[in-house]
């Protein structure tokens, strides 16, 4: 795994299909659970993403938009559409159950030459980890067509044509490779300004340590076996590190480790805080519970006392 990977541990669709229904002009799609991520694509036609906050963005043929929630937002048809908003969360899943649900018009037959094709997934991102993602995000990011998600709305295109078992999976997991597709692509844009891991990863160097850290985060890492293992001197690789990353690699390991903690924290209530302060390096259950309080604020017990339910995201 790696940096970016590693961020889509508890990202994934499920039953989060809306839908595949040709919209005609006019209309107005009112997106009221406020996933915390919310992918829309166009497979034809197009429309405008208008979110709570922040600017409209239109959506072209093949074009994707991601949006951040806890805000909601409306697709229409055109900016001032005479069309009354539709509520699209009455009768869908919450995210908490797993995303939006509802095939609007799956059965809609006329469509004319101005209809849109909208696909969205709705995304119950959780965590300490997910977090970490929400936060590299602005509240709404759009890609254009002509990238790598192109062949996976083909793909998008042609199983929401057909009627057969396990539809429903084929379509999650495509929605899980579009999204991927689409942050990986928004990062990359010309004169973006991606998280500083992100370019980093590119690195010879700092891009191997990172590698080496988030493939094996409870090894007992030094700066200098780093160094060992990415080839070059101790003072090379924390130099380099820091001006990329922009804080030491060891620094970055803590802060990794105690994400990870928090959410075995939260997740596995049978855990002892020693199990969990092992699973992420520290065979010395007060040396992780002093590594914890120092990231987080308090001890791990009080931080578990204190987090009944799932960690929210924002």
Not at 280 to 299: H, I, Q
Request: with cysteine.
């Amino acid at each position: 795994m790696d940096a970016f990977g590693d961020l889509f541990r508890g990202v994934r669709a499920h039953g989060s299909l809306f839908g595949s229904t040709l919209l005609t002009p006019p209309w107005a799609l009112h997106f009221v659970d406020g996933a915390p991520l919310t992918l829309c694509a166009v497979l034809g036609g197009g429309g405008w993403i208008v979110p709570e906050h922040g600017e409209p963005q239109q959506l072209k043929s093949y074009e994707t938009v991601v949006v951040r929630g806890p805000g909601t937002f409306t697709f229409v048809d055109e900016i001032g559409t005479r069309a009354e908003p539709v509520d699209c969360g009455e009768f869908c899943a919450t995210p908490e159950q797993g995303g939006t649900r509802h095939r609007l018009g799956w059965h809609d037959t006329g469509a004319g030459d101005g209809a849109t094709t909208l696909i969205v997934g709705a995304y119950p991102v959780r965590g300490e980890i997910s977090r970490r993602l929400l936060e590299a995000l602005p509240v709404v990011l759009r890609v254009e067509a002509g990238g790598t998600g192109d062949a996976v709305l083909d793909h998008l295109a042609a199983e929401v044509a057909l009627d057969v078992p396990g539809q429903q999976v084929v379509l999650d997991r495509l929605l899980d490779w579009m999204l991927v597709c689409t942050i990986r692509e928004w990062f990359d844009r010309p004169g973006g300004e991606p998280p500083a891991w992100w370019a980093a990863q590119r690195d010879p160097v700092v891009g191997d340590a990172l590698r080496l850290l988030h493939s094996d985060p409870a090894a007992p890492w030094t700066v200098a076996s780093l160094a060992d293992r990415t080839g070059v001197s101790r003072s090379t690789l924390a130099k380099r590190f820091a001006d990329l990353v922009g804080e030491a690699p060891l620094t970055y390991l803590t802060q990794w480790r105690m994400a990870m903690a928090v959410d075995r924290l939260v997740e596995e209530p049978g855990s002892s805080i020693a199990e969990v302060g092992r699973s992420v390096g520290y065979a010395d259950p007060f040396a992780f519970s002093a590594a914890f309080k120092r990231v987080r604020g308090m001890n791990p017990r009080d931080f578990r006392r204190s987090t009944r339910d799932p960690i929210p995201t924002r």
